[in-house]
């Protein structure tokens, strides 16, 4: 009895796991928006879902908040220290142009504190999707980056799940930056990189429903 229902929990995680894959790559940028290391996607949070993170950006710590609306719209609020102990407060705000599908990449355009961007992405492969975007006001110009799915949703043999796990990898008019996106059960995302490579950042993010 005991077995099965270990096997039962098991595969539930499993599946759980599966559906929320999807998502993962939704997680957020440093600043908040859903997105790869600091690039934005052409993706937005589903209409109802509400994430909060925690940052930490080269010495720096910040928390985000964002919310999708309408299932076309992305807004949210984040903070980072900006050196001097006091924190910044910005604003984000992104919405969808284009949906993507089979033959077309989506593109959505945005706004954060002190720029804006349109971006377009597209899966090109099953496990591979790229992303093309170009950034105005600060640091204008244009970016690129690519996620890689390494790995899916699995659990062990003793029913322990594995994270699903997606390498990312940008170039922004700041730099080349790089890392990895962890999806811990079904609701939180743990992401590593190095902006520039050589800046490190994590952030924990917990996605809930309405």
Same mark, same amino acid.
């Given at each position: 009895? &005991?077995?099965? *229902?270990?096997?039962?929990? %098991? ?10 894959? =999807? ?17 934005? /996607?052409?993706?937005? @949070? ?10 930490? *950006?080269?010495?720096? @710590?910040?928390? /985000?908040?964002?919310? =999708? ?13 900006? =050196? ?9 705000? &992104? ?5 993507? !599908? ?6 959505? *355009?945005? +706004? ?6 349109? $971006?377009? !992405? &597209?899966?090109?492969?099953?496990? *591979? ?5 170009? @950034?105005?006001?600060?640091?204008? =110009? ?5 996620? +890689?799915?390494?790995?899916? %949703? !699995? $659990?062990?043999?003793?029913? $322990?799940?594995?994270? %699903? ?6 170039? #922004? ?13 079904? %609701? ?9 490579? &050589?800046?490190? #950042? ?9």
């Amino acid at each position: 009895m &005991k077995a099965a *229902v270990r096997r039962l929990s %098991a595969s539930l995680a499993l599946v759980a796991a599966l559906i929320a894959i =999807g998502g993962s790559v939704l997680a957020a940028t440093v600043t908040g928006s859903s997105g790869l290391v600091t690039l934005p /996607t052409a993706d937005v @949070l589903p209409a109802g879902a509400f994430e909060v993170g925690g940052r930490y *950006v080269d010495e720096r @710590l910040g928390l /985000t908040a964002a919310f =999708g609306a309408y299932g076309d719209l992305e807004v949210g609020v984040n903070t980072l220290e900006d =050196g001097t102990g006091a924190l910044d407060l910005g604003v984000f705000l &992104k919405g969808v142009l284009l949906h993507e !599908s089979a033959s077309s990449p989506g593109i959505a *355009v945005g +706004y954060e504190s002190g720029h804006g961007y349109i $971006v377009a !992405s &597209k899966r090109v492969a099953p496990r *591979v999707r790229l992303h093309a975007a170009y @950034l105005f006001g600060d640091d204008s =110009g244009p970016a690129a980056g690519v996620a +890689y799915s390494v790995s899916t %949703a !699995s $659990v062990t043999s003793s029913g $322990v799940p594995r994270p %699903a796990t997606t390498l990312i990898a940008e170039y #922004t008019p700041e730099g080349l930056n790089a890392g990895a996106r962890l999806l811990v059960g079904t %609701a939180a995302t743990l992401d590593v990189g190095l902006i520039d490579l &050589k800046h490190p #950042t994590a952030g924990l993010t917990l996605r809930l429903a309405f």
